[in-house]
């Protein structure tokens, strides 16, 4: 195999094969296959890569299932970098013509990353009660497992909430912020922008929403189609390199480990290096804002959900913990905190036999802390856990939603029980490089 696999696989031959990634792949932990482990990928892009398996479906289907979450990553004790394996042979397996799932490449080159195509699907989802049809349609045991599975997945989008001004006029001198808006987050979850906003300028920061480029390109990254993701982190790359001194903050976790990673999407490219050291995800800004946020205090008893892209690609796990527990909650831990939810970006659109599996698993896990609230800080993880959620369970909200609902009113000064913890963090600003 010519090209891009070649430095991958230098990786690749460090894995040992000890097992310790095992318990913590979604797939493995559900089929028991080896194929579906890291591990057996490994070998499967080995043979790939040595021309002694094709590119085709039989070949390709356990590294389509793959979810990319990088949980195996943070066990491995070799460190072997295996998304650059993955990734890698995604990239060739397009080039080769191989289309891991035709409805999901056409809904991210048409329109999940085109966000007023994607307005306009929304708006005909609800003006005509889809969700609650789809919902119909998965529990009627005639039809087939898979479309079950996929009808179980129908999503809810947050409505967009009344956006509050800013607490204060900022000086030319306070850190400036670039909020960047993203494609499927801005529409799905316009709350939750509104929120990182209004959390950011009370935190300090002169905030700028930026809606170009529309799509960062992780998206594609992750589903192998790299011509589009190239496109896109170019076009990303030539709309922020124009902020220098700006930080750029992203509302998804995904977003924020592609833009953090850049330079392995854009190779030998500068800019992309100088613009991933300036990429910081909102629990890190929070914590070291100009202005400590104040909170009431009276949150009650909170369990979190870690996106895979905070915890296991940006090694983000201490941040928003600390955040919760500033509000004055009880936090509880959930057995199984590092296995993927299932979501992953578009993988609900290819793969729904497994990724609803994943999220009922993540959903049980959860109920079982009986915490009052569940926090996750990922729009793709609201809207997973969401569409399986039972009506009388506890409440799931993002984690910029939770924070400003727990905001003490502006102008409260700080005392005992409500000024931050500013100390550093166990992983604050480490992230996958």
């Known amino acids: 195999m010519a090209g891009p696999l070649r430095n991958e696989f230098k990786q690749g031959s460090e894995c040992i094969h000890c097992g310790f990634c095992l318990e913590t792949c979604p797939t493995y932990v559900l089929t028991g296959k080896e194929e579906e482990s890291p591990r057996g990928r490994i070998l499967l892009a080995h043979a790939l890569h040595e021309g002694r398996a094709p590119v085709d479906a039989g070949t390709m289907a356990p590294l389509d299932h793959c979810l990319g979450c990088l949980a195996c990553e943070t066990a491995c004790p070799s460190g072997v970098e295996y998304r650059d394996i993955l990734f890698g042979a995604r990239q060739y397996a397009d080039e080769q013509g191989h289309v891991r799932h035709p409805v999901e490449q056409f809904l991210l080159e048409h329109v999940i990353t085109h966000p007023s195509r994607l307005r306009i699907l929304v708006f005909l989802y609800r003006a005509l009660g889809l969700r609650k049809v789809l919902q119909r349609f998965a529990q009627n045991p005639r039809w087939p497992g898979v479309l079950r599975e996929r009808a179980s997945l129908a999503p809810s989008f947050e409505p967009r909430a009344k956006r ?207 915490a009052d609230t569940v926090v996750t800080a990922n729009p793709g993880c609201w809207m997973e856990l969401s569409a399986v959620w039972p009506k009388d369970g506890p409440r799931v909200v993002t984690l910029a939603r939770f924070l400003e609902e727990q905001l003490a009113p502006s102008g409260t000064l700080p005392n005992a029980g409500l000024v931050p913890d500013h100390s550093s963090s166990p992983n604050s600003g480490k992230h996958a490089s």
């Not at 987050?185 to 009370?202: G, K, N």
């Not at 790299?226 to 709309?239: F, G, N, P, V």
């Not at 976790?253 to 854009?266: I, T």
């Open 164 to 370: 509050k001004p800013a607490s204060a006029v900022r000086s030319a001198d306070a850190p400036r912020a670039l909020l960047l808006r993203g494609c499927a987050a801005r529409v799905f979850m316009p709350a939750t922008e509104d929120a990182m906003a209004q959390l950011l300028e009370r935190a300090g920061y002169r905030v700028e929403r930026r809606g170009n480029p529309a799509c960062c390109g992780a998206l594609a990254h992750h589903a192998g189609m790299q011509e589009l993701a190239q496109r896109q982190a170019q076009e990303t790359l030539d709309a922020l390199s124009q902020d220098p001194d700006a930080i750029l903050i992203t509302t998804a976790a995904g977003c924020g480990a592609h833009l953090r990673d850049l330079a392995s999407v854009l190779p030998g490219n500068r800019n992309a290096t100088a613009l991933a050291s300036r990429v910081r995800d909102l629990t890190e800004v929070l914590l070291d804002a100009p202005s400590p946020l104040m909170f009431k205090g009276t949150s009650g008893s909170v369990v979190f959900q870690d996106p895979c892209h905070l915890r296991h690609a940006q090694g983000i796990v201490e941040e928003p913990r600390r955040l919760l527990r500033q509000t004055g909650a009880t936090l509880l831990e959930a057995n199984e905190a590092e296995l993927c939810c299932g979501s992953a970006g578009s993988y609900h659109l290819a793969a729904p036999e497994l990724s609803a599996p994943l999220a009922r698993r993540k959903r049980d896990m959860l109920l079982a802390t009986n």
